[in-house]
């Protein structure tokens, strides 16, 4: 019997040399599956075409890095800006002794607590214990903005201090006993405590505030008291201190020298393809050629557009508003602290939130009565129109707020959370200011460009001529009339 190959040959063969056009031939085959049909009838792309597309996906796959990797470049952006500044090590703990004003640029910052942040690297010192004090409101997170656990009343410690021992991601050696210990999954860990100020006679004291924060210490586990390096504690109020992510290729170079510094287990495989797929290899150059570098270009200056016009435009689900009848927004849209909704990494509101934000932590996302936070925030006024700088407003805040440390309204940039950075330079009032208050105990506070005439000046921040801006109230110490909104802020009214 004659094979069916061997005689196909010969056909295709007696074709050949009879001349026969294939499309002739063709007529009798079975019709073509749908994505021959589909991609040039089965045939090679031209060659341009084939190019432009291969081009297309290189951007389609940086854009999606920058989308991915931003929890990462916007911790990279704090550490080298604050290293710039005060410099590096253990032992280096810059706090903002006399509040944080909007010279510091850093996303959503507040300016009614305390904050001492720095940055440990468990490479270079091997495991790292953090003697906490009592009463900080704060967080250890890897440079991902993974939590790794919360400090104070949340945390373990309950608020009364303790000793963390803070693990490389390769550590295998022994764990002794008497701390609360954890492993990062990357070598670069964030430090960032709050401590709440006391009420003063002009309004929140920080002197005491600051003093806990200086009880903080940090050293290696096995290295000897006599070694230990001292603590510095540098003030970092009043100074122009730029901690923002890069928002050039930057980007991508400090990406790389990340991959480069820390375990392959900090990045889950199929992250690893994607920066792969653009060049970006743990221990292998990148050399992007002139093409990419523009494609790289394209995508750090259209990723950030993309993720505002997300914020912008608001969640198609409405899971990101905090009631039926009000305009403000749960930045976490009902997510965990970790960014997982019921069946799914939700990476679009993990990206909204640290275009504009850093730290996810527990407390922050928890309904805990008495002890939590809570952050309240609104684009849009009454009528649904996005708040802007050249307008004034008005804040009803009905009285009792749910707040058993504070409450306080911050306003900031759409764009990048920084402070709304006016003459006024502190665009922040809190309930330890000496606020002006309504009859039954309601606030009402102003924004605008320039003081409106019935507005006390105790009440007022100012803002920007021009320019969007966002505010957000903070509840410390969140009660449960805020999670049965028995308890709900007005919306902010323009004032015509």
């Given at each position: 019997?004659?094979?069916y ?7 295709v ?12 031939l ?30 297309e ?15 990462l470049?916007n911790t ?5 800006g604050?290293?710039a ?22 996303p ?11 940055y ?14 009592r009463?900080?409101?704060g ?16 945390g ?12 490389p ?6 764990i002794?006993?008497g701390?609360?210990?954890?492993k ?11 401590t709440v100020?006391?009420k003063g006679?002009n309004?929140p ?13 940090v ?10 390096k ?31 510094y ?9 992250l690893?393809?994607v ?13 992007p050629t ?14 950030p ?20 009848d ?15 909704q ?11 939130f640290?275009?504009?934000?850093y ?16 952050y309240p ?6 009528a ?15 009285p ?16 990048d ?8 330079l502190?665009?922040s ?7 002006s208050?309504n009859?039954?105990?309601s ?7 320039s ?5 006390p ?7 920007v ?32």
């Open positions: 019997m004659k094979s190959a061997s005689s196909t040959l010969r056909a063969l007696l074709v050949s040399c009879l001349g026969i056009a294939w499309p002739a063709a007529q009798d085959l079975p019709a073509a599956p749908p994505l021959v049909k589909q991609l040039n009838n089965g045939n090679w792309l031209p060659q341009k075409e084939a190019e432009d597309l291969r081009d996906l290189y951007c389609q796959r940086a854009v999606h890095t920058y989308i991915t990797m931003l929890p470049l990279i952006g704090m550490r080298d604050s290293e500044n005060f410099g590096k090590g253990y032992d280096v703990l810059p706090i903002w002794k006399d509040r944080m004003d909007s010279r510091t640029w850093v959503t910052p507040n300016a009614d607590v305390i904050y001492s942040m720095s440990l690297d468990l490479k270079e010192t091997g495991p790292l214990v953090v003697a906490a004090p009463d900080v409101i967080m250890f997170t890897d440079f991902f903005q993974r939590t790794i656990t919360d400090v104070g009343l949340i373990p410690d309950r608020a009364r201090g303790g000793l963390y021992l803070l693990l991601p390769d550590y295998t050696g022994d002794p006993q701390y609360f210990a954890f990062s999954r990357t070598y670069n860990v964030l430090l960032f405590f709050r100020m006391p006679e309004g004291d920080p002197k005491p505030a600051v003093a806990l924060a200086e009880q903080t210490r050293y290696p586990l096995w290295t000897p008291e006599k070694d230990v001292p603590m510095q504690f540098p003030n970092a109020s009043g100074k122009r201190v730029n901690m923002m992510y890069p928002v050039d290729s930057a980007f991508w170079t400090k990406l790389k020298a990340f991959v480069d820390e375990p392959v287990s900090a990045i889950d495989p199929e690893r393809g920066l792969a797929s653009i060049g970006i290899i743990k221990g292998q150059p990148f050399n002139a093409k990419q570098q523009e494609l790289l270009k394209k995508a750090v200056e259209t990723a557009k993309m993720i505002l016009a997300e914020r912008q435009l608001g969640r198609p689900d409405k899971r990101e508003l905090y009631y039926k009000r305009q403000y927004f749960n930045a976490w849209a009902g997510s965990t602290a970790e960014w997982m019921d069946s799914y990494l939700d990476v679009d509101q993990r990206s909204t640290f275009q504009v934000a730290s996810s932590a527990s407390a922050m996302v928890m309904h805990t009565i008495g002890a939590g936070s809570k925030s609104t684009l849009k006024d009454a649904g129109e996005f708040l802007n700088g050249s307008n004034v407003y008005k804040l009803h805040l009905p009792n707020p749910p707040a058993a440390l504070f409450w306080a309204v911050t306003l900031y940039n759409v764009t959370g920084t402070m709304v950075e006016a003459p006024q502190m665009p009032i809190n309930s330890f200011n000496k606020v208050t009859s039954d105990g606030v009402d506070l102003w924004f605008g460009p003081k409106p005439a019935t507005a000046e105790s009440n007022w921040i100012q803002t001529d021009g320019r969007a801006f966002l505010a957000t109230i903070r509840l410390y110490g969140t009660g449960v009339e805020f999670f049965d909104q028995t308890w709900k802020p007005d919306d902010v009214v323009k004032v015509k």
